[in-house]
């Protein structure tokens, strides 16, 4: 099985930055999509940035222009670069991984990191 590793949340100020990493190890052949999710208290869990093909990424529209997500494919590791970071983007993120492994498809997720932005 593919197994996910995250690290790099923490506590920041308004307007500080942060980078999340996800580390994916196991038996990997192929990977189909990258992506981080996030889960706010009292509210559902939303994609916040996502790349596929190695290239073609997809934000929400509450961190376009703040976030960014980029990954080193031959280590089988996504990051998400967080700039001008708002209260609101507190939360705990999730990494996600997706593709072929030697058992067939998988899908996995990390264990989550908080991230807190406060004064």
């Known amino acids: 099985q593919v197994q996910l590793v995250e690290s790099g949340g923490g506590s920041v100020q308004p307007g500080g930055s942060l980078r999340l990493s996800c580390a994916a190890s196991g038996n990997i052949f192929r990977i189909n999509a990258m992506g981080w999710y996030r889960q706010a208290p009292g509210k559902e869990r939303e994609l916040v940035a996502r790349?596929?093909?190695?290239?073609?990424?997809n934000y929400a529209d509450s961190v376009k222009g703040r976030f960014t997500i980029s990954s080193h494919r031959d280590a089988n590791t996504v990051y998400l670069q967080m700039s001008s970071l708002k209260p609101e983007d507190t939360a705990v993120y999730y990494c996600?991984?997706?593709?072929?492994?030697?058992?067939?498809?998988?899908?996995?997720w990390g264990q989550g990191t908080q991230v807190t932005v406060s004064s």
């Open positions: 996600n991984v997706n593709g072929a492994e030697g058992r067939g498809l998988f899908d996995s």
């Open positions: 790349i596929t093909g190695g290239s073609t990424t």
